[in-house]
């Protein structure tokens, strides 16, 4: 019976010790991946964590849960018409915890940067995700045309007018359609901020 128990627990050692080398291999994979596409685009690959983000302070997507950290970011400058853009791509982890659990997130983003633009601080997202500090901060809740499109996603806004600009019948349609994983858009003064959660 001892040496039951005994092949059983070196069973599950060697199942998780397999199971942490193939994420292990599969993360050196995906960095290898990144790097290559960072070379093909001219931009800078960081693989390692940026904790705090750098962003944190100005969007709420980087203050969700805790612990949160940037790993495998892309970025780069980029002159359009005279005007400089700063562009930047990776992944998110956090945690969230509900009593005892603890949830573990991970989504990929990219934003886009420019000193001079000034738009409203506006988030778009599925209601699924929480939408406690949107209320706190006093933005407005937006009810686009469609009912559909109002029971799936949440819109809050300091400037209605400009949501409503933003997420016009069409744009409402195509998120619903072609947007899976969840996604969220955060905007504010001089970033947009598009994410997908895995």
Known sequence: MTWILAAIGVALVIGAICTGAESLREERRRRRAL????????????HSEIHPPPLRDRLEFFRAGR???????LSKRIELNGRTFRL????????LSSGSDTIYCACSYVYAQRDGWSVPATRLYRRVID??????????????????????????SFDRRFAYDLVHPRTAGWLQRWFDPDPLIDIDHDTILLAAFR
Do not use: P, W
Not at 36 to 44: H, N, S, V, W
Not at 67 to 73: H, Q, V
């Open 35 to 46: 790097f290559r596409l960072a070379e093909r685009l001219d931009m800078r690959y960081e």
């Open 67 to 73: 612990e949160g950290k940037i790993l495998n970011t």
């Open 88 to 95: 930047a791509a990776g992944d998110y982890r956090y945690e």
């Open 131 to 156: 939408d406690s500090f949107a209320l706190q901060t006093g933005m407005h809740d937006v009810q686009i045309e469609s009912a559909e499109f109002n029971k799936d996603f949440a819109v809050r």
